[in-house]
């Protein structure tokens, strides 16, 4: 093993013996090089004579080597903003904004240490990070039955776990709290670790759980750490903010999870890509919260270290460019506003979601599950075959929507305008009725 990652091992096993026990093989033999960045860093700020002949970029004149065909298409950011390598951490400037809005938009978090985010490349790159790190082949991975398929590729395929799922909605419409439980103690039988995945707003359905519900999933994990299983989350707030419903939680499950029990781990993977609307800036952060008795700084640093390795050992880094561009944006005035303005869109969109699918016309052709948050909602087909009805929908009505197994139908309402809503659910009812007949 490599002296640095002995090293952060050794810090992390002093803090917290149960979060070094989480890490996956991999993980433990992650580390962050002293290397080429470590040593042009020192030549920056050491190398008297202005002669950094360490990193492997082009300079002329003392600036950045840029083409002019490129960078006039570049308005308020520099070629250094844009076309030098970030480091694999991120910038800090954008990590420590991000850390303050994580504060800002999830007011608990102020009385809790966690982690400065680091910067991935969104969060599927954020994801695909954490599975390196923190799952082993074998590992379970338990998350609802209605989840975004990209998981099965980055844990079940990438990293051959196992994907349990419960059913998402009991009889009431609400978090199955008790088929959660249920799996959660049954998985934790013999094993010394579990991982949970938990999505909200979630994606396919739209659904966020309420602050009740919230405690409730907390409590059922609290209790299966307390009982001698590690335990690791993945708080997966890709639709973070866009909560439509008075009971909704507004503040991510990551709040309610730290610090509770040594043996409970929680990640936040958050990101500028849908929360501000910028989904190819692809511009993601992974964050931790753990209970360290006043020791998180230490431990904390292993872990951003070790992250930064693995983004180090994938992608080298994010894009700077898209760095600078949402930091920019973030430190603009009119930033908040302009958030307000485009979630009123999008919540009356889901409003008028709401108000079109209570039509009884559509009673026995199809129901909608919960939603009340985030870019989804989903439809539970009831007289036919669902990718049957998509392929149907789209060769005679030029229709485009989602299948998910032999029932569901997904509907992305944050494109469609709100005046086609009406017209694209008449469609729907007019495909069931032409597979019918």
């Known amino acids: 093993m490599n002296l640095l990652a002995k090293e952060l091992n050794d810090i992390i096993r002093d803090v917290n013996e149960h979060v070094y026990e989480m890490l996956s093989n991999v993980g433990k033999e992650l580390f962050f090089p002293k290397g080429i960045l470590s040593q042009s860093a020192e030549a920056k700020a050491k190398a008297k004579k202005n002669l950094n002949a360490t990193i492997g970029m082009a300079t002329e004149k003392g600036k950045t080597m840029h083409l002019a065909s490129l960078t006039r298409m570049l308005t308020g950011?520099?070629?250094?903003?844009?076309?030098?390598?970030?480091?694999?951490?991120?910038?800090?400037?954008?990590?420590?904004?991000?850390?303050?809005?994580?504060?800002?938009?999830?007011?608990?978090?102020?009385?809790?240490?966690?982690?400065?985010?680091?910067?991935?490349?969104?969060?599927?790159?954020?994801?695909?990070?954490?599975?390196?790190?923190?799952?082993?082949?074998?590992?379970?991975?338990?998350?609802?039955?209605?989840?975004?398929?990209?998981y099965n590729l980055i844990f079940a395929v990438r990293r051959a776990a196992r994907m349990v799922t419960f059913p998402f909605f009991d009889q009431k419409g609400g978090f199955n709290l008790k088929a959660f439980e249920e799996c959660v103690q049954k998985e934790s039988v013999g094993r010394k670790k579990i991982i949970i995945l938990l999505n909200f707003p979630n994606n396919p359905t739209g659904y966020t759980i309420s602050d009740k519900e919230g405690e409730g999933i907390a409590d059922i994990l609290s209790k299966s750490a307390a009982s001698g299983t590690n335990v690791i989350v993945l708080c997966d707030d890709a639709y973070f903010g866009l909560f439509y419903g008075e009971d909704t939680l507004k503040?991510?499950?990551?709040?309610?999870?730290?610090?509770?029990?040594?043996?409970?781990?929680?990640?936040?993977?958050?990101?500028?890509?849908?929360?501000?609307?910028?989904?190819?800036?692809?511009?993601?952060?992974?964050?931790?919260?753990?209970?360290?008795?006043?020791?998180?700084?230490?431990?904390?640093?292993?872990?951003?270290?070790?992250?930064?390795?693995?983004?180090?050992?994938?992608?080298?880094?994010?894009?700077?460019?898209?760095?600078?561009?949402?930091?920019?944006?973030?430190?603009?005035?009119?930033?908040?506003?302009?958030?307000?303005?485009?979630?009123?869109?999008?919540?009356?969109?889901?409003?008028?979601?709401?108000?079109?699918?209570?039509?009884?016309?559509?009673?026995?052709?199809?129901?909608?599950?919960?939603?009340?948050?985030?870019?989804?909602?989903?439809?539970?087909?009831?007289?036919t075959d669902a990718e049957k009805l998509r392929l149907h929908l789209l060769d005679k009505y030029g229709v485009g929507l989602i299948s998910l197994g032999a029932t569901d139908l997904r509907v992305a309402f944050s494109s469609l305008e709100k005046d086609d809503i009406q017209t694209l659910f008449d469609i729907v009812l007019s495909g069931i009725n032409d597979i019918a007949s």
């Open 77 to 150: 950011v520099t070629p250094e903003e844009a076309l030098t390598y970030a480091p694999s951490f991120g910038i800090l400037p954008l990590r420590q904004k991000w850390h303050e809005l994580q504060v800002k938009k999830n007011p608990s978090l102020s009385r809790v240490p966690i982690s400065l985010p680091i910067v991935t490349n969104a969060i599927t790159h954020g994801l695909s990070v954490v599975s390196d790190m923190w799952v082993d082949p074998g590992d379970a991975i338990i998350l609802p039955d209605k989840l975004w398929g990209n």
């Open 251 to 383: 503040e991510s499950i990551f709040t309610k999870l730290i610090g509770r029990e040594p043996r409970l781990l929680a990640l936040k993977l958050d990101a500028a890509t849908k929360e501000d609307f910028v989904w190819g800036l692809r511009v993601g952060f992974i964050t931790y919260g753990l209970k360290a008795q006043d020791r998180h700084a230490a431990a904390y640093d292993a872990l951003e270290r070790k992250t930064a390795g693995a983004v180090r050992g994938s992608i080298s880094n994010a894009s700077h460019l898209s760095q600078e561009l949402v930091l920019k944006a973030f430190d603009s005035p009119s930033y908040w506003e302009e958030k307000k303005d485009k979630f009123e869109i999008l919540k009356e969109r889901a409003l008028e979601v709401k108000k079109v699918i209570a039509d009884p016309k559509y009673k026995g052709s199809f129901e909608a599950y919960p939603f009340n948050s985030g870019y989804f909602m989903c439809l539970k087909i009831l007289k």
